[in-house]
T-cell receptor
Framework: KNQVEQSPQSLIILEGKNCTLQ??????????LRWYKQDTGRGPVSLTI?????NTKSNGRYTATLDADTKQSSLHITASQLSDSASYIC????????????FGDGTTLTVKP | DAGVIQSPRHEVTEMGQEVTLRCKPI?????LFWYRQTMMRGLELLIY????????DSGMPEDRFSAKMPNASFSTLKIQPSEPRDSAVYFC???????????FGPGTRLLVL
């Protein structure tokens, strides 16, 4: 069964600090991996999308890495801001006709002043 | 583009009543997805359409749930009859291609009493 596991479940950091969120998956065959940010009460917003051949992708202060061999991804947030407080969801899609996606449970990040 | 539009934003109904959720995808997007999000189960894909045709409805929980897409700019998700366990946030998302970034609407928060 395809699974996406995220860690930690929740994280509290001080404003200005860096942090790294983890995503491990068993989805096969692999098509792509996406990181979404979901603010409370809103829909998820895409941060990055990576295919098999990409091992890093940045979007401002967000940098995602992918190791397709170990089936691991990380999302690094640099110089955190209060507005980074949100849930971060890792989503992995299959490389099949159905192209199904498996969602992680998310990491809840709280940035404190 | 205004993004994905969903209505209503909030819905409170009594058990046994029919509920209809509406979605307008981003113009030009060929794929439309319906998701349900709860604290217990996270984000779950219910059904998705390609060019108005339902492709995968394996996530639809029961026969009480039905979805239609009569044209490229409108979709509905209907629950009849509704039950308290259907209480959740229902998101609609659209994308250009199946495995590309999905753009989510603001969601409909449904409470069934």
């Amino acid at each position: 069964k395809n699974q996406v596991e995220q860690s930690p479940q929740s994280l509290i950091i001080l404003e200005g600090k860096n942090c790294t969120l983890q995503c491990n998956y068993t989805v096969s065959p692999f098509s792509n991996l996406r990181w979404y940010k979901q603010d409370t009460g809103r829909g998820p917003v895409s941060l990055t999308i990576m295919t098999f051949s990409e091992n890093t992708k940045s979007n401002g202060r967000y940098t995602a890495t992918l190791d397709a061999d170990t089936k691991q991804s990380s999302l690094h947030i640099t110089a955190s801001q209060l507005s980074d407080s949100a849930s971060y969801i890792c989503v992995v899609s299959e490389d099949t006709n159905a192209g199904k996606s498996t969602f992680g449970d998310g990491t809840t990040l709280t940035v404190k002043p | 583009d205004a993004g994905v539009i969903q209505s209503p934003r909030h819905e409170v109904t009594e058990m046994g009543q029919e509920v209809t959720l509406r979605c307008k995808p981003i113009s030009g997007h060929d794929y439309l997805f319906w998701y349900r999000q709860t604290m217990m189960r996270g984000l779950e894909l219910l059904i998705y359409f390609n060019n108005n045709v339902p492709i995968d409805d394996s996530g639809m929980p029961e026969d009480r749930f039905s979805a239609k897409m009569p044209n490229a700019s409108f979709s509905t998700l209907k629950i009849q009859p509704s039950e308290p366990r259907d209480s959740a946030v229902y998101f609609c998302a659209s994308s250009l291609l199946l495995r590309e970034t999905q753009y989510f609407g603001p969601g409909t928060r449904l409470l069934v009493l």
